[in-house]
Structure formats: structure tokens, C-alpha cells
């Protein structure tokens, strides 16, 4: 009897391993990082290669948030050290909640209500562990961060997340598609133990999830196909105050004004037709996450705002405090875009008035523009309302440019992502929008000058000037629009231009004297840092057919070359002409009916 048991054991190990050896044979190893997946030959689950710079600048921006937040949990003792009569006086639930998320160092009136609501939520949320915690040893120490991933796909981004970064805690991955559960499960036992021990995978809706898991998430990544509008009221529930909210949107054509009604309904936002169309882009999502925080008494911090690809991608701080979130107004505008030519001007919503020391809010004044456009005299379109204050953080971008370089052979996409670090550390972070050369150019119907030339002309008259990482040919400047009008008049006097009728809106700009005498020699400040070492800022595509591809589950046909390219579309052919006849059957009846007709 034991031999038979034994002989049945070697038969069931041998069939197991049969099996799993020809599981593997319908699967191709993807190896992006550290981790691996196995992904199946049909479109069964949502992976894109092109992805990996998205990814790869996250894993950045995560390695220095751990940082950042150890840095913040470190100064906030040490000032409590110093009070010790205030800290001995303090609620434990308050000091414990402060403590797990590495609180922002403000007084808030938001800071008391989280906890209260933090404890009435105890049993249906997992914030009983941390209040048992913030008791003797806990109080004083720093958790690791927890990270939710509310669209995990085949789970490609949670593994990286949890193999490749340092100090980082449990890393939730959840997804509603059954097939995309099972590959992320079945790719987390691929990647070893310690993807096992840190990242659990759940099939659950993302938004339901999050709404019951409040304030429990240190860093929320929302990656989602298309807009992420649907869950950003979830997701702002769900961050720990001082916590990260990763944001991508891939719905361009609706963010760039192809479709402004459909932008307003999903985003509270109408976008305008322009060269700065993608960096108006990245803020109305910050308006509109601002707007869904807003509604919790929270507001954001941008730390990174990126446009890559195909998509813009937020990275922004998420703190509670009533008073401050009164601020709003002050960081929204609307947009005045003359329909004739490239001029623009910002209204912003609000403003605030000092007596003594009390602080009113009041709206903005306005408008900021006549119904004609001073320049050419044509009408006006309005867009908005935009985040105008500040996109980026400069010191987490040296941070992160930093922390990137000094880690090179660890980020697959290096290159790429250095470039985009590299210009946006360069980029005027108070100016909002930007112009472009070529159009001014075109709006008047003259050579263009060089951009170094401009560059100098926009120094010599006292402004700023830099460049912007949406658009190689892009240039931000805190000039006035009759200033940069003035420049190009006095290129155009010593280059000049063809006469044009005189309605056109370059005819009405030249036939006005400038007032500004511009000084085109060259200053010293004409090159950035990186222009002048000659460091590589926009590069080509790696690869052809290099953006989005097809959601999950859909039949790949002829019509998806464009994305795929003629190389996938011959495999997936082939494929179908192993199977069956199926293709020859259609190509037969096709012919017959033609030759009927």
C-alpha cells in the first residue's frame, strides 16, 4: 500500500509539473525592471510598453516621497520635543493619526475631525491596528507607506513598486475584471516571495474600495484607460493626510478642446484649441482634483506635473485643513484666447485684501480683457477655469532629477525620463501657459527668428524666459503680450514681410508702432543650463507604433495597425489561419457575393 501511495504521489507531482510547464508555454515572460509577468498571446489583459516611462518616473516619485515624509515625521517630533507641555496635553488619537501619515506642519482644523471620523469608521475600514499603535512606541514611529493601486491590470506596476523601492510598505493592487485578478496573482507568485509578502491583489470595484478604506492609503495610483474623473472622489477619501495622489489621464482628444462639452461634463473645465493645449491639459485635472478635494475640506499640492506620450501624469501632496483649502480661488483662472491671433490672458477668481492682521476673500476683478482684442481687434474664446499656480515642486524636481541619475541602471526608461526631469527643472514654475515661436511667426507671416535670438530680445527688455518640457518649441515668459508683440514688430522691420490685406490680423499688429525698442544682442542667459552643455531634452520614440493601445478584452483587426503595427496584425493572422478556415470561409462568400452583384 505506502509504494502505491508513493507511486500515485511521483504521478500527481509529475502531472502538476507537466501541467504547469505547458501553462507556461501559452505565456510570454515580460521582464520590465525587477519584476517579471506572464502575459497570454490574446488580448486578455491590459499591458503597454510604453507605459514604462509612466512608471518608471512614479517609482521616482515614490523613492522621494519615503524620503520626503521621513524627513517631515523627523522635524514634526523634534518640534514636538520642544513643546512638551503641548504634546503630553494632546488627544492619543490625534498624535497617532499625525505620526501615520507625516501631517504637513500647519494648524488645521481638519486635523481633529480626521480623527474623529478615523474612529467612527473602526469597523469597517482597518484603522484599528494604528490606534492600538499610537500608544508607547508607536507614537514616535513611522510606518511604512501603503500603496493602493485602484486599476491593477496584470499587476505589473504594484510588483515594480514592491521590489523596487526601499521602505515602502503593503502594496494593494485591485481591479473588477476576474481574468486581470488572476494574472496579477498568478504574476505575484511568479516574482518570489517578496512580491508575495508585500503586494496583495483584490477583485473589487476601485471606487467602492476606496470609499471603504478611508484615510487608510499613504499613496493612491489612479491609471486608468481613458479619464480618471469617475474616481476622484473615491481616491481623496481614501489618502492618509500627507499622503500622494498619482494621477494619470489618457483621454487627450477630450482635454486638448476636441470634444469641450464632453471636458466640461467630465472635468468642470472647457478647454481651448491652442499650442499650450496639453499643458492646459495637466491643469484642469489639478482643478478638477482640487475641486473633488475641496468638497472633504482638503486641498493639493502639486509636487510633478508631467505630459509624456500619449497622457498627462499628476503627482500631488493631499492635506485637511479648512482654512487653507480657502485658498482655492487664488490658484484658479479663467482663460481669454483671442480668436485672431496668439495672444492670451488669465482672469483669475479670487483674490484676497490684508487689514491689520484678518485676510478677506473677495472675487477676482474683471475683465481682464475688452470685448476686442487690444493686438489685432478680433474676438476673444473663453476657456477654463485652469490651475494657475505653480505645477511643480523645484525641490522635489532636483530631488528626484538627483535620485534618478544616481540610480540610472535601475530605471529602464532612463533617458527619457532624465530629459523630462531635466526641462522641467528648467521651466519657469510661476508662469502659467506658454507661447509658441512658429505661431507668432505665422500669425504675421515673417521668418522666424532663432529661439536664442528672442530669448535675448525677451532678457534685453527686462522679462524672464524659458523653455517648457509640453513642446520643444514652446517658450514661457512673464513678458506682456504688447512686449512680445513689440519684439516681433521690431524683427520684422529689419526682416520684412510680404504686404497682407488689411483685416488680417498680422496687418493690424505691423501697422502699429512699437513702443518697446527691443535689443536683439545676445545675452548670456539666452541658453538654459542644459542647452548650453548640450544635454538631450526631447527625444525620438524608441520604437515605432510607440503610444496607446487596445482595451483588454477586444478582437484585434486589421483596422489597429495604426496602433500595433503590420507586425503584431501578421502573428495575430497567423494565428487565426492555424485555428481554422474560418478567414478563407469569409474571403469566399465575400467573393461570391461580389461576383453575383
Known amino acids: 500500500?505506502?509504494?502505491?501511495?508513493?507511486?500515485?504521489?511521483?504521478?500527481?507531482?509529475?502531472?502538476?509539473?507537466?501541467?504547469?510547464?505547458?501553462?507556461?508555454?501559452?505565456?510570454?515572460?515580460?521582464?520590465?525592471?525587477?519584476?517579471?509577468?506572464?502575459?497570454?498571446?490574446?488580448?486578455?489583459?491590459?499591458?503597454?510598453?510604453?507605459?514604462?516611462?509612466?512608471?518608471?518616473?512614479?517609482?521616482?516619485?515614490?523613492?522621494?516621497?519615503?524620503?520626503?515624509?521621513?524627513?517631515?515625521?523627523?522635524?514634526?517630533?523634534?518640534?514636538?520635543?520642544?513643546?512638551?507641555?503641548?504634546?503630553?496635553?494632546e488627544p492619543t488619537s490625534e498624535s497617532g493619526a499625525l505620526v501615520e501619515s507625516a501631517v504637513h506642519d500647519e494648524k488645521s482644523n481638519g486635523d481633529c475631525e480626521v480623527s474623529e471620523e478615523i474612529s467612527q469608521d473602526e469597523p469597517c475600514s482597518m484603522s484599528e491596528k494604528p490606534a492600538k499603535n499610537s500608544e508607547g512606541k508607536g507614537r514616535r514611529e513611522l510606518k511604512p507607506p501603503r500603496v493602493l493601486e485602484a486599476l491593477s491590470a496584470s499587476g505589473l506596476r504594484a510588483l515594480r513598486y514592491a521590489r523596487e523601492i526601499d521602505g515602502i510598505g503593503q502594496v494593494v493592487a485591485v481591479d473588477n475584471d476576474k481574468a486581470s485578478v488572476e494574472a496579477c496573482r498568478r504574476n505575484i507568485k511568479f516574482n518570489g516571495s517578496v512580491a508575495s509578502s508585500k503586494v496583495d491583489?483584490?477583485?473589487?470595484?476601485?471606487?467602492?474600495?476606496?470609499?471603504?478604506?478611508?484615510?487608510?492609503?499613504?499613496?493612491?495610483?489612479?491609471?486608468?484607460?481613458g479619464s480618471p474623473s469617475v474616481f476622484l472622489d473615491s481616491a481623496l477619501q481614501s489618502i492618509a493626510d500627507g499622503g500622494m495622489l498619482m494621477c494619470t489621464a489618457t483621454d487627450m482628444a477630450v482635454l486638448c478642446g476636441g470634444n469641450g462639452e464632453v471636458c466640461y461634463s467630465k472635468y468642470g473645465s472647457y478647454p481651448l484649441r491652442a499650442k499650450y493645449c496639453h499643458e492646459m491639459a495637466l491643469r484642469i485635472l489639478l482643478a478638477c482634483i482640487e475641486s473633488h478635494a475641496n468638497r472633504y475640506k482638503r486641498y493639493i499640492v502639486p509636487v510633478l506635473s508631467v505630459q509624456m506620450d500619449f497622457y498627462v501624469r499628476v503627482f500631488v501632496r493631499v492635506y485637511s485643513s479648512a482654512s487653507a483649502m480657502k485658498n482655492t480661488p487664488l490658484k484658479l483662472s479663467y482663460i481669454y484666447q483671442c480668436t485672431g491671433c496668439d495672444s492670451f490672458h488669465l482672469q483669475p477668481i479670487g483674490r484676497t485684501v490684508s487689514k491689520n492682521n484678518s485676510v478677506r476673500y473677495l472675487p477676482g476683478f474683471g475683465p481682464v480683457v475688452p470685448q476686442e482684442c487690444n493686438d489685432c481687434g478680433k474676438k476673444y474664446n473663453m476657456g477654463g477655469p485652469i490651475w494657475s499656480a505653480p505645477i511643480h515642486d523645484q525641490e522635489w524636481v532636483t530631488s528626484l532629477l538627483a535620485d534618478v541619475q544616481s540610480m540610472?541602471?535601475?530605471?529602464?526608461?532612463?533617458?527619457?525620463?532624465?530629459?523630462?526631469?531635466?526641462?522641467?527643472?528648467?521651466?519657469?514654475?510661476?508662469?502659467?501657459?506658454?507661447?509658441?515661436?512658429?505661431?507668432?511667426?505665422?500669425?504675421?507671416k515673417c521668418t522666424s527668428?532663432?529661439?536664442?535670438?528672442?530669448?535675448?530680445?525677451?532678457?534685453?527688455?527686462?522679462?524672464?524666459?524659458?523653455?517648457t518640457h509640453v513642446n520643444p518649441l514652446g517658450?514661457?515668459?512673464?513678458?506682456?503680450?504688447?512686449?512680445?508683440?513689440?519684439?516681433?514688430?521690431?524683427?520684422v522691420k529689419s526682416h520684412p514681410v510680404k504686404a497682407q490685406p488689411p483685416d488680417q490680423a498680422g496687418?493690424?499688429?505691423?501697422?502699429?508702432?512699437?513702443?518697446?525698442?527691443?535689443?536683439?544682442?545676445?545675452?548670456?542667459?539666452?541658453?538654459?543650463?542644459?542647452?548650453?552643455?548640450?544635454?538631450?531634452?526631447?527625444?525620438?520614440?524608441?520604437?515605432?507604433?510607440?503610444?496607446?493601445?487596445?482595451?483588454?478584452?477586444?478582437?484585434?483587426?486589421?483596422?489597429?495597425?495604426?496602433?500595433l503595427g503590420p507586425r503584431a496584425l501578421n502573428g495575430i493572422e497567423s494565428n487565426e489561419n492555424e485555428e481554422g478556415e474560418e478567414p478563407q470561409a469569409k474571403r469566399k462568400k465575400t467573393e461570391d457575393s461580389t461576383s453575383i452583384s
Open 408 to 444: 540610472a541602471d535601475r530605471y529602464p526608461a532612463y533617458d527619457r525620463i532624465s530629459a523630462v526631469l531635466t526641462t522641467i527643472s528648467e521651466e519657469l514654475p510661476d508662469v502659467p501657459l506658454f507661447l509658441s515661436l512658429h505661431n507668432l511667426c505665422a500669425t504675421l
Open 475 to 491: 517658450l514661457k515668459s512673464d513678458a506682456p503680450m504688447d512686449v512680445i508683440w513689440d519684439i516681433m514688430r521690431c524683427w
Open 201 to 225: 491583489s483584490q477583485l473589487a470595484d476601485a471606487r467602492v474600495y476606496m470609499l471603504t478604506h478611508p484615510k487608510e492609503f499613504d499613496v493612491v495610483d489612479l491609471d486608468p484607460y
Open 1 to 89: 500500500m505506502g509504494g502505491d501511495e508513493k507511486t500515485g504521489r511521483e504521478e500527481e507531482k509529475h502531472t502538476n509539473n507537466t501541467t504547469m510547464a505547458s501553462d507556461l508555454n501559452d505565456f510570454t515572460i515580460i521582464k520590465e525592471g525587477e519584476a517579471e509577468i506572464l502575459m497570454h498571446a490574446k488580448n486578455e489583459v491590459f499591458y503597454n510598453k510604453t507605459q514604462v516611462n509612466n512608471r518608471d518616473i512614479s517609482i521616482a516619485v515614490l523613492r522621494t516621497f519615503i524620503s520626503k515624509r521621513k524627513e517631515e515625521h523627523g522635524a514634526m517630533l523634534s518640534k514636538r520635543t520642544k513643546k512638551p507641555a503641548n504634546v503630553s496635553g
Open 507 to 563: 496687418s493690424v499688429i505691423l501697422a502699429k508702432e512699437p513702443v518697446l525698442q527691443a535689443n536683439f544682442a545676445r545675452a548670456v542667459a539666452s541658453l538654459s543650463k542644459a542647452q548650453a552643455k548640450k544635454v538631450a531634452r526631447f527625444l525620438p520614440n524608441p520604437e515605432s507604433h510607440w503610444g496607446p493601445k487596445l482595451r483588454a478584452g477586444r478582437t484585434i483587426t486589421s483596422k489597429h495597425v495604426s496602433l
Open 449 to 467: 527668428p532663432s529661439a536664442v535670438i528672442f530669448r535675448s530680445a525677451v532678457i534685453n527688455a527686462g522679462y524672464r524666459i524659458s523653455g
